[in-house]
């Protein structure tokens, strides 16, 4: 069972440049979320998607979009990177969005 | 606006002590709370979940206790392993809100 799923694990990016982070669950779960985690802030929630085909910004959503595609997958879109996106990004998922929440490796996101 | 907070920031102990980590929330109007550990460059791997409803959870050498009306979580590690080495995160799911909300986490080193 993999669990949570994202690629890349890692990533470099120049200025201006755009790029998809994927995630993808095998948990037939309802609710997915992005989240970004920076040194002494804790874990900030970007966007989520309670269910299929809904999705809502969190406490940071400026310089991204998300695309629930279908049940399984959820993508994280950086449109123009800039140096303050810099941060490791975890894709995370829940039966519903009150119940235990799972979360993948994490991708390590460097804007130069 | 929800803050959780952990202190301390960073723990050392030795090798078979039993241990306490802190988590603190401003508001008391959660639906419940989930402690997480995440090893260095990893996701978070789930703890232990209570419900607001529940007064401690407990799994293997891990207790988790939750006290809403004076906005307070504890988890206790009994006879602490090498293994345990890991930063420890709680988090706080809203009544009516979508976003947990995380704290910045406790790092934890047991020393052999």
């Known amino acids: 069972n993999a669990g949570v799923t994202q690629t890349p694990k890692f990533q470099v990016l120049k200025t201006g440049q755009s790029m998809t982070l994927q995630c993808a669950q095998d948990?037939?779960?309802?609710?997915m979320y992005w989240y970004r985690q920076d040194p002494g802030m804790g874990l900030r929630l970007i966007y989520y998607?309670?269910?299929?085909?809904?999705?809502d910004k969190g406490e940071v959503p400026n310089g991204y979009n998300v695309s629930r595609l279908n049940k399984r997958e959820f993508s994280l879109r950086l449109e123009s990177a800039a140096p303050s996106q810099t941060s490791v990004y975890f894709c995370?998922?829940?039966?519903?969005?009150?119940?235990?929440?799972?979360f993948g490796q994490g991708t390590r996101l460097t804007v130069v | 606006k929800q803050e959780v907070t952990q202190i301390p920031a960073a723990l050392s102990v030795p090798e078979g002590e039993n241990l306490v980590l802190n988590c603190s929330f401003t508001d008391s109007a959660i639906y419940n709370l989930q402690w997480f550990r995440q090893d260095p460059g990893k996701g978070l791997t789930s703890l232990l979940l209570i419900q607001s409803s529940q007064r401690e959870q407990t799994s293997g050498r891990l207790n988790a206790s939750l006290d809403k009306s004076s906005g307070r979580s504890t988890l206790y590690i009994a006879a602490s392993q090498p293994g345990d080495s890991a930063t420890y995160l709680c988090?706080?799911?809203?009544?009516?809100?979508?976003?947990?909300?995380f704290g910045a986490g406790t790092r934890l080193t047991v020393k052999p």
């Open positions: 998607s309670a269910s299929e085909g809904t999705t």
């Open positions: 948990m037939n779960h309802n609710s």
């Open positions: 988090a706080v799911r809203p009544n009516n809100n979508n976003d947990m909300r």
């Open positions: 995370a998922s829940s039966t519903f969005m009150n119940t235990e929440a799972f």
